[in-house]
């Protein structure tokens, strides 16, 4: 059974930091791994889709990596903004379209 | 309208109620979800329709009735429920094992 964790649950730095969120995934025959930003009641908003093919994706100053072998993707931001606060969920897929979520990360950004 | 989007954004029923949730997408995704947010718990992945057919059931008790008529539209039947049924309740739409699209959620509680 797929088990995916996501760490630290929250984070606090000033604007301006770079930062790194950490999701490992405990079975590596993956198909694919996203990474959502959720706010406050929301839903989830997609940001990155790194396939088992791949190393890594960006959008903008949004870096995701993928390491099947050692079971680890990373989410890096660049130069934090306060919008960026949100809480940053990682998703692995794995065979017949199920797909397990970790807790999430909570962001906050302070101007 | 765009995206995914669902009805009604918040709910309040008893035990003895019965209602139903609705998600739309407009995405031509053939691929759609249900998933359960709980406070402090990841995403649980819920039911999986492709293509109209139900390809995943993740153990969730039957007084949760899916319903997917076409590729589009997607309902969560729901009766007599119990208080810890409380929570949002997400859809999502892709592709066959492609990026996911949230909707807004639906906010239920059950008294």
């Known amino acids: 059974k797929q088990e995916v964790t996501q760490i630290p649950a929250a984070l606090s730095v000033p604007e301006g930091e770079n930062l790194v969120l950490n999701c490992s995934f405990t079975d590596s025959a993956i198909y694919n791994l996203q990474w959502f930003r959720q706010d406050p009641g929301k839903g989830l908003t997609s940001l990155l889709l790194i396939q088992s093919s791949q190393r890594e994706q960006t959008s903008g100053r949004l870096n995701a990596s993928l390491d099947k072998s050692s079971g680890r993707s990373t989410l890096y931001i660049a130069a934090s903004q306060p919008g960026d606060s949100a809480t940053y969920l990682c998703a692995a897929r794995g065979g017949y379209q199920k797909v397990t979520f970790g807790i999430g990360t909570k962001l906050q950004v302070i101007p | 309208e765009t995206g995914v989007t669902q009805t009604p954004r918040h709910l309040v029923m008893g035990m003895t109620n019965k209602k139903s949730l609705k998600c739309e997408q407009h995405?031509?995704?053939?691929?759609m979800y249900w998933y359960k947010q709980s406070a402090k718990k990841p995403l649980e992945l819920m039911f999986v329709y492709n293509f109209k057919e139900q390809t995943e059931n993740n153990s969730v008790p039957s007084r949760f009735s899916p319903e997917c008529p076409n590729s589009s539209h997607l309902f969560l039947h729901l009766h007599t429920l119990q208080p810890e049924d409380s929570a949002l309740y997400l859809c999502?739409?892709?592709?066959?094992?492609?990026?996911?699209?949230f909707g807004p959620g639906t906010r239920l509680t059950v008294l």
């Open positions: 995405l031509g995704h053939n691929a």
């Open positions: 999502a739409s892709s592709h066959q094992d492609g990026e996911q699209f």
